[in-house]
């Protein structure tokens, strides 16, 4: 069994950039959900997708914005970075909403800096 | 809003001590699920613990085991005979906007002394 993948793991970026982070689901579950955590928080939801559309979204502006593909990996786009980007980007995959157990998968994370 | 609060921002124990871990949380659903999740220093997030929230038994999982408290809407965490391995952030995690959709606590880091 195979489990969440994330990529990159770090990078740096400066202020106005955008940012990509992929994100690969653990096999047999086709729900993905993204967490932004800064340092010394708890992760906090910013938005789910199930069946490549987004399904519940957290209190996040639309500068963050996400994809889900067939394959049911998922990517986080930022645009227009700022410095309170900076932060742990946690990806997490789960059985269909509503289906499960509602045990979130956690990848390893993506730690984006924004100089 | 939903709220989880953890109280604690760190604790520490001895190797092979109990220890027990606080959360609070604010809803108004009466079927829920509250989650207890595990962050090592490898950063790589795993379930600790449920409770379905209909459940009166706390629910038990080797050594740890939760005190679920619904009318209080209080969940702690119990951690018996501590290993070295629990060094940890512990987050207190309640769905929000579906049972995949959760809010975490601030977090507990937990220290395991030899």
């Known amino acids: 069994e195979t489990g969440v993948t994330q990529s990159p793991t770090h990078l740096i970026k400066t202020r106005g950039q955008q940012v990509t982070l992929r994100c690969s689901s653990q096999?047999?579950?086709?729900?993905v959900s993204w967490y932004q955590q800064a340092l010394g928080q708890g992760p906090q939801f910013i938005f789910q997708?199930?069946?490549?559309?987004?399904?519940g979204r957290g209190n996040f502006p639309p500068r963050f914005s996400g994809l889900q593909f067939p394959n049911y990996s998922s990517e986080l786009n930022v645009n227009a970075l700022e410095l309170d980007d900076s932060a742990l980007y946690l990806c997490?995959?789960?059985?269909?909403?509503?289906?499960?157990?509602?045990?979130?998968?956690f990848g390893e994370g993506s730690r984006l800096t924004v100089l | 809003a939903q709220t989880v609060t953890q109280s604690q921002p760190e604790m520490s124990v001895q190797e092979a001590e109990t220890v027990t871990l606080s959360c609070t949380y604010d809803?108004?659903?009466?079927?829920?699920?509250l989650f207890w999740y595990k962050q090592p220093p490898s950063r790589q997030m795993i379930l600790v613990i449920r409770q379905e929230a209909y459940k009166q038994q706390n629910a038990t999982e080797n050594r740890f085991s939760v005190n679920f408290q619904k009318a209080a809407k209080s969940f702690s965490l119990k951690i018996s005979d501590s290993q070295l391995g629990d060094t940890a952030m512990y987050f207190c995690a309640f769905p929000n906007f579906g049972n995949e959709k959760l809010t975490f606590g601030t977090g507990t880091r937990l220290t395991i002394i030899p």
């Open positions: 997708y199930y069946r490549e559309e987004e399904n």
């Open positions: 096999s047999g579950h086709n729900t």
């Open positions: 809803t108004s659903e009466s079927n829920y699920y």
């Open positions: 997490a995959s789960s059985s269909p909403p509503g289906q499960g157990t509602g045990e979130l998968f």
